[in-house]
């Protein structure tokens, strides 16, 4: 980065052209190092106590500096560095979640939507939203469209089902695992539910004609719903379209009282329902993730 400063800087061949304590990498590795303490102290254990430490307000100055694509790019850099070495039957096992962060000075909360790599403990992406307007499912699906992994399960809790999601997912060439609502306003509304497990090969479309309702084959869309494969259009003399989505869903009891309802396009044979609650429950690594992020590492603490 330090040897291409213009890509990283806001106003380039100006910004980081003077010789100064407060380079573009030592910027960076400060908001890096940052922990709970004021500018001032952080700057102080930052630079050993040196009587020139930088002011605050040469690092704040320093910090606009910054062009926001630096902290996006680092990320990415040290993503495609690290080692990955844990797949699981020859797939990455990614599980997709949000988890917010309260910044207190402002008053103000984001929402973190990551994509985690639970065998090599690897956050593979991210997007960070504001939580007053976040959007769980657009987000995922553009992670999962951006991805340079060739061959992953997503794994994802109630919240990210959406046929849209699921299409994302097969069109990228992924398998998916999501929990999904096991009432009437799920996605596996209108399918006949196993008790067990079935296997679905549905077409959707955004047509609303009458001769489909019988068909238990075709699956008509909400007009509300985003759909990114198939055209909207209420002409009549359109020829109807339609999108080609295999999956099963796999239901097992974890009480008397309560079922569990899994859509997945994981293969029966390599992958039975033990497998599948299996690989599910493995979900759960990203939540101690965040738990480590926030507590362990500290990242509650915002500047």
Known sequence: MEENTGLF????????????????????SILLAMQGKSISNELLDFFDFDPNTPSASAFVQAR????????????QRFVRECDVHGTYKGFRLLAADG???PIPQNKNTLHLNAIYDIQNNIYVDGIVENVKNCDEQSALNQMIDRSEIQSAIILADRGYEAYNTLAHAQEKGWKFLFRVKDGISGIVSGLD????????????????????????????????HKFDFLTQTKTKNMPI??????????????????????????????????EIKKLYNMRWGIETSFRDMKYTLNALKFH
């Open 9 to 28: 800087s806001r106003r380039p061949g100006k910004d980081f052209s003077r010789n100064s304590k407060l380079t573009l990498q030592k910027t960076v």
């Open 64 to 75: 606009n500096k910054l062009a926001p694509n630096v902290m996006q790019t680092l990320f």
């Open 99 to 101: 988890s917010e962060f």
């Open 193 to 224: 539910i196993p008790k067990t497990e079935e296997k679905f090969d549905v077409k959707l479309t955004f047509h609303q004609n009458k001769i489909f309702r019988d068909d238990k084959n075709v699956k008509r869309l909400n007009p509300k």
């Open 241 to 274: 379209e339609f999108f080609n989505l295999s999956f099963r869903v796999v239901r097992f009891k974890i009480s008397d009282k309560t079922i569990e309802t899994l859509i997945t396009n994981l293969d029966q044979e390599n992958f039975d329902a033990d």
